[in-house]
């Protein structure tokens, strides 16, 4: 069985597998939410309303049922040694399952399902967000999550599943209704900046200890909940279930929020702000001052460090050349920052590695790419997330033997990003900052997954092959994210191409199109019709 993609006059063939459906059809179109696909009848999948974009684009998937062997079973020698190793999910929607525990857009996840398990995609990353299934504490809904896994378990997919314990904006999913009306009246469970402004989409590290929802303790709170999930999803692990991911912070990653104020239209990314002003964290700020023998470095952060969209040079302490940072002060405040990050990071990933020790699932954590200002000395933006490195100290060794530790996996998001497209004025270097910490990684023998951050990076999809079959190939990469974006007429194709090309990287002459007439025809693989993506 073999597919076409066919654009203007250019054609490429690729193998899939089996796919169980008899009339499948993909209308692509445009969104401003790259998130949000919905299903129009029973076979028939439209991802966005704007039927005159599809029409103009002139694409239109026909597949039908048949047996052949798998993408990536196919292996040329360049690259078997990764592809060995090699494993490609797809993210699904953020909003999958939100409110009211039921799945969104079923029928176009469904669908999706076995247009990745054609493509020979080997599962998908599922969120499960806290704020869905724990309206009320101790009490968990898992019955839109459950639909999930049985949908992909029943397309013959893996599924990664993410443990979100953050909200998120957009789409937008809150934190669980419990925990917001203890947010309204003890505001301290949550970060606070310099000027006591409350970042409320995930609780401060500091309360991980503290009983403050409802005479529990986050840690016991999320306790519950990865027991809850082991126990009702018990079925599924270590077949389809192969990964857990832990929520480590903001965005799921381990970081403080110091960057979620978004940059002004036509600026640079600024250095952010530490987050270290809510009564929990200058407590321990105070007791670390005190056993350290001073007492007055305890009172706050530091007085002389930007504003989020500021640069470094803005004020002194993140100057490259007589700044603060490199102060004695600096050195104390910075050690603190960080250690306190890492300890929080050790207290979730040594819970759920204790949690789910006993079963066959790899655990992950995500661990940020804060590289803006990395070719400065004092690599600001990575201090202020709590990564104390600079161009004289590897901030990532504590944190990769935390995770080697605890004998988890490390996600590190930003692998579609390379130097050439960054601003210049941000000295931001994705690709030493990625290299500095697979490096750091690889010392420690903590092993590393990928993502990517946003499709569509220029050159993006060129970026995330260098990554994944390169001198020290991952064994795990999650493209984010399914949507309206991905299915599209613009990012399909090529997404098909980059997948065909983990398994072919050259093409063979045969392969090529003899003519535009050729390239503008359906390609039929048998007697019998099987998968074509033709023109209109």
Not at 4 to 20: D, F, P
Not at 145 to 156: F, S
Not at 174 to 190: A, D, N, R
Not at 479 to 508: D, I, K, N
Request: charge should be negative.
């Amino acid at each position: 069985m073999e597919v076409s993609v066919i654009r203007s006059s250019s054609q490429a063939k690729i193998s899939k597998t089996e796919l169980g459906c008899r009339d499948l059809r993909f209308c692509f179109g445009k969104s401003n939410d790259k998130n949000k696909i919905f299903s129009r009848k029973p076979n028939s999948v439209c991802f966005d309303s704007q039927i005159s974009r599809f029409r103009k684009a002139g694409l239109r998937f026909t597949l039908k049922a048949v047996q052949s062997d798998p993408i990536l079973e196919s292996k040329s020698p360049a690259t078997s040694k990764s592809l060995d190793r090699l494993r490609l999910f797809v993210g699904l929607p953020l909003d999958a399952v939100s409110d009211g525990n039921s799945v969104n857009h079923a029928r176009a996840i469904g669908a999706g399902l076995k247009a990745l398990k054609l493509l020979g995609v080997e599962g998908v990353e599922l969120p499960v967000w806290w704020g869905v299934v724990e309206n009320e504490m101790g009490k968990y809904d898992w019955s839109g999550y459950l639909a999930v896994a049985e949908m992909v378990q029943k397309a013959g997919l893996k599924l990664h599943v993410s443990l979100c314990f953050h909200a998120s904006s957009q789409p937008r999913i809150p934190l669980p209704k419990w925990v917001t009306k203890i947010g309204e009246s003890q505001s301290s469970i949550f970060f606070a900046d310099r000027s006591g402004q409350h970042y409320q989409q995930c609780l401060s590290l500091a309360v991980d200890d503290l009983a403050v929802l409802d005479g529990k303790t986050p840690v016991q709170v999320y306790q519950g909940f990865c027991e809850s999930f082991k126990s009702t999803f018990s079925p599924f692990m270590g077949s389809t279930i192969t990964g857990i991911s832990m929520g480590l912070g903001p965005d799921g990653e381990l970081r403080y929020p110091s960057h979620h104020k978004p940059a002004k239209s036509g600026t640079i990314t600024g250095v952010g702000e530490f987050q270290c002003y809510d009564t929990n964290m200058l407590n321990l700020l105070k007791q670390y001052a005190e056993a350290n023998g001073n007492p007055l470095w305890g009172l706050g952060g530091p007085h002389d460090a930007p504003t989020y969209d500021q640069a470094p040079n803005s004020n002194s302490f993140f100057k490259d050349h007589g700044g603060s940072w490199e102060s004695p002060y600096g050195d104390f405040f910075l050690s603190w920052y960080s250690s306190e990050l890492v300890s929080h990071g050790n207290r979730l990933l040594s819970l759920v590695s204790s949690i789910f020790g006993d079963t066959e699932v790899n655990v992950y954590g995500k661990v940020p790419l804060m590289h803006s200002w990395y070719k400065t000395r004092a690599h600001p933006s990575e201090l202020t997330a709590g990564f104390y490195n600079t161009a004289s100290r590897n901030g990532y060794e504590a944190v990769a033997e935390m995770f080697a530790r605890n004998s988890c996996k490390i996600i590190l998001p930003g692998m579609d990003l390379s130097d050439e497209h960054q601003p210049h004025d941000a000295l931001s270097s994705p690709e030493s900052l990625l290299a500095q910490i697979r490096t750091t990684c690889n010392k420690h023998r903590v092993e590393v997954a990928g993502q990517n951050l946003a499709s569509g990076a220029p050159g993006g999809l060129e970026q995330i092959k260098k990554n994944m079959l390169g001198e020290n190939p991952i064994d795990l990469f999650t493209y984010q994210r399914m949507g309206a974006h991905f299915f599209s007429p613009e990012h399909f194709p090529s997404f098909t191409e980059f997948v065909r090309s983990l398994s072919q990287p050259e093409l063979h002459p045969d392969d090529l199109p003899s003519d535009e007439a050729e390239a503008t025809e359906s390609v039929q693989t048998s007697s019998d019709p099987n998968i074509h993506l033709q023109t209109a």
